[in-house]
């Protein structure tokens, strides 16, 4: 009996996706590969004083366990606001602007200043934006492959493109923020440098509460935003790269 092959690769086709692209592993591979990119990305920039992986790799770890503070957080300030009748508009910017904004960025800011604010290879400003970096995509990698592994691989997709670069640059906003805070602090500007870290952590904050109330609520104005802040990140961390130096200055060299 001859076989009709265009009867057959259908079934071959649903076989074939069955197999690959919705097995756990290869969705797994699929969320955690795009961090690791970005990752390797800023660790290659950092090009005066590269820093240990062992301390990269305690960062990323983390910001993976920050992911339990995080969701107990959010969970409990979704309580509160689903109690109050607010207006649509009111919720959006409760639920998708100051929950997610203030509340990831504030366990990360946390994570980032007890772990490396007196670590002795902390000796460059780029370094802080390598930690931030690494603290921030170790959440956003298992968040990933959370959402990877509910949503399948079309998500994993979708978010390669926005959610983890977004994660990405919150982290380099914040890590610029607080390397220039460091070398503040070590010309005895303490409480310039102080300020610095606190604006550091608000910032990212609302690059991060502003995505997600956008992505949410006004999807056509969030591509726009998303491509301002692409553009606002890349030059920022280029800059950074370009003009690093130690945390100890004189005066004479300029932070960013």
């Not at 070398?183 to 997600?212: C, I, M, P, S």
Request: a positive charge; one cysteine or more.
């Amino acid at each position: 009996m001859r076989i009709n092959y265009r009867d057959v690769y259908p079934t071959i086709r649903k076989v074939v996706n069955t197999l690959i692209f919705q097995s756990i592993s290869f969705l797994v591979a699929a969320a955690l590969l795009p961090p690791a990119l970005l990752l390797l990305l800023i660790y290659r920039m950092d090009r005066l004083d590269r820093e240990p992986l062992s301390l990269l790799l305690s960062l990323f770890f983390r910001g993976v366990v920050a992911m339990v503070p995080i969701l107990v957080l959010e969970l409990l300030a979704d309580q509160f606001i689903d109690f109050f009748p607010w207006s649509y508009l009111a919720y959006l910017f409760l639920a998708y602007f100051v929950v997610p904004g203030f509340i990831e960025e504030g366990i990360k800011y946390r994570v980032l200043i007890r772990r490396c604010w007196r670590e002795p290879n902390f000796n460059y400003r780029f370094d802080a934006i390598v930690y931030a970096v690494f603290v921030s995509l170790g959440f956003a990698a298992v968040e990933n492959v959370m959402y990877v592994l509910t949503n399948g691989f079309a998500t994993a997709v979708a978010r390669a493109i926005f959610s983890i670069p977004g994660h990405a640059m919150f982290g380099i906003v914040m890590g610029a923020g607080v390397g220039q805070a460091k070398w503040l602090e070590n010309l005895g500007q303490r409480q310039v440098a102080l300020a610095t870290r606190k604006h550091a952590f608000f910032l990212a904050a609302v690059l991060h509460g502003l995505y997600d109330f956008l992505l949410v609520g006004f999807g056509g104005i969030f591509y726009v935003y998303f491509v301002i802040l692409v553009v606002y990140v890349v030059r920022l961390l280029r800059r950074c790269a370009r003009e690093d130096g130690p945390v100890v200055g004189n005066g004479q060299t300029g932070g960013w």
